[in-house]
């Protein structure tokens, strides 16, 4: 196995459907990583726009795909491509603020059992996004799935987003639109969950993490900004299918050998009343907009 490179960082881009986010995002990543270098490594889930070409010409290394295999299957795609030392996973729809990947890394070398890393996130407006987010309880994970949508202030939701992190600490999850891995703690789980094609991959990829002795870690002193619902402006039907789906794997996967798990049937019907919700929901959505 050849020797890592320690002073580049490796970005996994995936792209579907994303022409309209890519030139900021893309423009804001050089100042982001330096001093260190950067590679590009962008893998496409068969977008008919200008994504693709748009990376190419950027400089990145292009995978195009012939079937859209799922954003886990394709970042892992991605890391295989890169032999850096730490890999940077990132939307399209997020701007990096300058210097900020280079302040993760900085803060994941100072111990060497931080495997995966992220930033304090905000929305576009300056208002906080969740990050650094709890593993949910039963009972927390039923109410927020219902209630999230109509109350967004409810006990439930609340208790799932936790109280805002200030320090560099220790997390159950990160916000999946900006994380940095540890190369050798990426491939010591073995990448992320490809059962996960969207929604609930970086929950996971969390689990497996600190299933395997490494640590998850918020740095808020390093903040990104990210367009809240960019990702769900193509296809939304069928992203809420796979949200709804992977929550229910997801609390499988989690009280894995567990009695809670006993409860799957019970999670499966309130993910199917409020999936029933978010299609309604987006259906007026859509036809107001028209």
Known sequence: MPARDEKTVGLVLVTYQSAEDLPPFLESLPAAVEPLALEVIGVDNTSTDRS??????FGGKVIRNSKNVGLAAAINQGAAAT???????ANPDTHL????????????LTDEAIGMIGPR??????????????????AVGIAHALLGGVWPSN??????FGDPVTTVSDVDWISGCCML???????AVGGFDTRYFLYFEETKMALDMHRGGWKVVLDPGVEIRHREGGSMRSAPFRKIRSHHRSALRFYCDYHQGSPWLLFAPLVAAGLVVRGAASVLRTAITQRLRR
């Open 52 to 57: 693709a070409d748009i990376v190419d010409e």
């Open 83 to 89: 032999n850096a030392e730490w890999i940077l996973v």
């Open 97 to 108: 603020a300058p210097d900020s990947i280079a302040a993760l890394v900085e803060t994941a």
């Open 121 to 138: 996130v905000a929305r576009l407006d300056g208002s906080p996004y969740p990050t650094g987010r709890r593993f949910p309880s039963l």
């Open 155 to 160: 006990p439930a939701t609340r208790a799932y």
């Open 181 to 187: 891995f540890r190369r050798s703690a990426f491939d």
